[in-house]
């Protein structure tokens, strides 16, 4: 069983970079099919896909937010990496990081169903 641990900073402030690792066990990211998805949820607000990168390296983004993000790999380390830029405090959510097939990306899928495994998730904080 995949396991996705979320870690970073829970404090940005305002017009910075924010940037949040998801470590992999159980499994390795650059297995065949497999996409590595980050997915968040501002408070009293519903999911958002925002972007995931698949087993090639292949990179994929919500167009939303396209011009703000980034996702990268180290294969060595078995981690993927967000990065967040300009954030402001509507920026301010619990981050997700899951793993699932191709079809997660092509619906930009927030449902857990969907996921082979997802991340705990870690809280982020937007304020000077």
């Known amino acids: 069983q995949v396991q996705l641990q979320e870690s970073g900073p829970g404090l940005v402030k305002p017009s910075q970079t924010l940037s949040l690792t998801c470590t992999v066990s159980g499994g390795s990211i650059t297995t065949d099919y497999f996409y590595w998805t980050w997915i968040r949820q501002p408070p009293g607000k519903g999911l958002e896909w925002m972007g995931a990168i698949a087993y090639t390296g292949r990179t994929y983004y919500n167009p939303s937010l396209k011009s703000r993000t980034s996702i990268s790999r180290d294969t060595s380390k078995n981690q993927f990496t967000l990065q967040l830029s300009s954030v402001t405090p509507e920026d301010a959510a619990v981050y997700f990081c899951?793993?699932?097939?191709?079809?997660?990306?092509?619906?930009?899928?927030?449902?857990?169903?969907?996921?082979?495994?997802w991340g705990q998730g870690t809280q982020v904080t937007v304020s000077s």
């Open positions: 899951a793993t699932g097939g191709l079809h997660t990306v092509g619906l930009h899928s927030t449902s857990r169903d969907q996921y082979d495994s």
